[in-house]
Nanobody
Framework: QVQLVESGGGLVLPGGSLRLSCAAS????????MAWFRQAPGKEREFVAR????????SYKDSVKGRFTISRDNGKNTVSLQMNSLKPEDTAVYYC???????????WGRGTQVTVSS
C-alpha cells in the first residue's frame, strides 16, 4: 500500500502562484508514476500533470502547459506542483495520485482545495 497526503492549497488572486506538495509513504519503491488531477464543482475529475519513471518524464494538460511544473524528489518521496499565473478556471480540489504505470493510478490522496478568486 501507498499513502498520499497533499498540502499547499489555499486562496490566491488571479495571476498568483501556489505550490502543492504530496508526501508518499508505504511501498514507495514500487511507484512508477505520480500525477496530479483536479475536480472542479459539478465537473468530472481531470488529469493535470504526471511525472513518470526513472527519467522523470513529464506531461501536462494543454491548458496548464507553461504555467504549471511537476517535479519529484525521490529521496524525500514527494511530488510537487508549482502553479503560476493562476486563473479562476484553475479552481478545483487537487488530488495527488500514484501508480505502477503511467496511465493507471491505484493510490489517491484526499485532495487539497485551490481557489483562484479576486
Amino acid at each position: 500500500q501507498v499513502q498520499l497526503v497533499e498540502s499547499g492549497g489555499g486562496l490566491v488572486l488571479p495571476g498568483g502562484s501556489l505550490r502543492l506538495s504530496c508526501a508518499a509513504s508505504g511501498r514507495t519503491f514500487s511507484i512508477y508514476a505520480m500525477a496530479w488531477f483536479r475536480q472542479a464543482p459539478g465537473k468530472e475529475r481531470e488529469f493535470v500533470a504526471r511525472i513518470v519513471g526513472i527519467d522523470s518524464l513529464t506531461s501536462y494538460k494543454d491548458s496548464v502547459k507553461g504555467r504549471f511544473t511537476i517535479s519529484r524528489d525521490n529521496g524525500k518521496n514527494t511530488v510537487s506542483l508549482q502553479m503560476n499565473s493562476l486563473k479562476p478556471e484553475d479552481t478545483a480540489v487537487y488530488y495527488c495520485a500514484a501508480g505502477f504505470s503511467a496511465l493507471e493510478y491505484s493510490f489517491w490522496g484526499r485532495g487539497t482545495q485551490v481557489t483562484v478568486s479576486s
